[in-house]
């Protein structure tokens, strides 16, 4: 009897002690340091295959106490499948309630203003986190999964910095850019100026891209935007030509010649009135506020001053004067 006494006290002895290191294994740091360790739990695993997974990739975690910590939390059936990383410092039950939220590596892509839609096909094929599943989709097709309402994806997309998941489908990106886009542009549209020139939403979208591509200079874009609208209510064709230079396309060697001024495209806003018919370029939250909100003034030309400023003028005589004085660095 005594004998069983001893055994039975053993027994309680070793399993308090078991419990107790299992709860300081359960808090204690995965790895206290060193670099973050990528891993990836497959679509459809439990918890003992999720463990094992993790172990592979390189996380030194016993797939059994990991498996056996996500039963006694209750949490075996709640994993949540994706790309995650373990950074040091991580508990194995901060592990588990990273992968029951769901709480996925990040990664991020940057559009930048003024960019053309060619150049963001460009950076996000090339982005090594997402899941190259467009890149065989030809433009149109590729608008057909994103919108019934456009098929020429020109200016369809904010410039902005976007999050997703590593691994996350191409098209997750372009659908977040063309959602940003279109709020951004019904917000604007909803605040325009009276009386503007533009049909629809779409028109305005276009002006705002040449906005964009004529100005680095934030502070003068409501007064480059008051030009073209001005030209567009006149008549007057808009000789701007970052439409010309769209209109080229390949042929463009980074040199606009009279001769391209010259050659009707239907981009060429030498030789045709009016708004190209697509927009040409991606334009950020101010070309898109300058393009339905322009400033208040007569001006009909603009001409560099080679600082990064504009000189603006209301006739022609005035601007040729401008134009001597900046650009043919000829005295007035």
Do not use: C
Not at 108 to 114: A, D, F, K, P, R
């Amino acid at each position: 009897m005594a004998f069983i006494r001893k055994t039975i006290v053993l027994g309680v002895l070793v399993a308090a002690a078991a419990g107790a290191a299992f709860s300081w294994w359960s808090e204690a740091p995965i790895v206290a340091e060193g670099d973050t360790i990528p891993f990836v739990i497959n679509k459809g695993s439990g918890a003992h295959a999720a463990g094992q997974q993790i172990a592979e990739a390189g996380v030194p975690l016993q797939p059994l106490l990991f498996n056996l910590l996500t039963r006694v939390t209750g949490k075996s059936n709640k994993l949540k499948a994706g790309s995650y990383e373990l950074k040091p410092g991580t508990t194995p039950q901060r592990l588990i309630d990273q992968l029951v939220r769901g709480e996925f590596a990040q990664e991020s892509l940057t559009i930048i203003e003024g960019w053309t839609f060619r150049q963001m096909r460009q950076a996000i094929a090339a982005h090594q986190g997402l899941k190259h599943d467009t890149v065989n989709l030809s433009d149109s097709a590729l608008m057909a999964k994103l919108s019934p309402d456009y098929r020429e994806p020109e200016g369809l997309f904010f410039p902005d910095t976007y999050l997703f998941a590593k691994g996350a489908s191409e098209l997750q990106v372009y659908k977040q850019a063309h959602t940003a886009m279109l709020a951004h542009l019904a917000a604007a549209w909803e605040k325009r100026a009276p009386n503007l020139p533009y049909k629809d939403p779409y028109e305005a979208l276009t002006m705002a891209s040449i906005v964009e591509k004529e100005t680095g200079q934030k502070s003068e874009r409501a007064m480059i935007s008051a030009v073209f609208v001005n030209r567009l209510r006149l008549g007057m064709l808009l000789q701007t030509d970052p439409t010309v230079i769209y209109g080229m396309g390949a042929r463009y060697d980074g040199n606009i010649r009279k001769k391209d001024l010259e050659t009707d495209t239907p981009y060429n806003t030498y030789t045709r009135a009016g708004l190209p018919p697509t927009p040409i370029a991606l334009p950020g939250q101010q070309s898109l506020t300058a393009a339905l909100a322009p400033a208040q003034t007569g001006a009909l030309y603009f001409v560099a001053r080679g600082n990064g400023t504009s000189h603006f003028s209301d006739n022609l005589p005035e601007h040729n004067r401008a134009v001597n004085q900046y650009q043919r660095l000829l005295k007035q």
